[in-house]
C-alpha cells in the first residue's frame, strides 16, 4: 500500500466541492457519533489506516467510502427527514473526504 501526500491547495480543492449544499447540524451529528479512528503502521514508508466504528462493527474508510456512504443514509434519512436526500448525501460524503484528508 502506497502512501502519498496531497498539498493544501489540493485539500482546498476538495473541501471547495463540498462548500455548498450541505447541513452543519448532520454533519456535527456524524462528527460526533462516528469518531475517526487512526492506526499508523511502522512500516516505511509510515502508513495511517483510517477506521470507522458502526452498530459495533469496524470499516476501513479508504476501501469502503461509497459504501459507507449508502450505510450512513439509511441510517439518517429518517431522523433528518427535513434535510433533501441530496443535501445529506453531499453531507455525509464531506464527512467521508474530510476524514481521509486528516
Do not use: G
Amino acid at each position: 500500500m502506497k502512501s502519498f501526500t496531497i498539498s493544501e491547495q489540493e485539500k482546498r480543492d476538495i473541501l471547495d466541492k463540498y462548500s455548498k449544499n450541505t447541513d452543519d447540524n448532520v454533519f456535527n451529528y456524524l462528527r460526533r457519533h462516528y469518531p475517526v479512528l487512526t492506526h499508523e503502521l511502522d512500516f516505511e514508508p509510515k502508513i495511517k489506516m483510517k477506521y470507522l466504528i458502526i452498530d459495533d462493527k469496524t470499516y476501513y474508510l479508504k476501501d469502503n467510502k461509497s459504501y459507507l456512504a449508502e450505510k450512513f443514509k439509511n441510517m439518517l434519512k429518517d431522523e433528518f427527514s427535513y434535510v433533501s436526500m441530496p443535501t445529506l448525501v453531499r453531507t455525509i460524503k464531506k464527512f467521508l473526504s474530510l476524514a481521509l484528508l486528516d
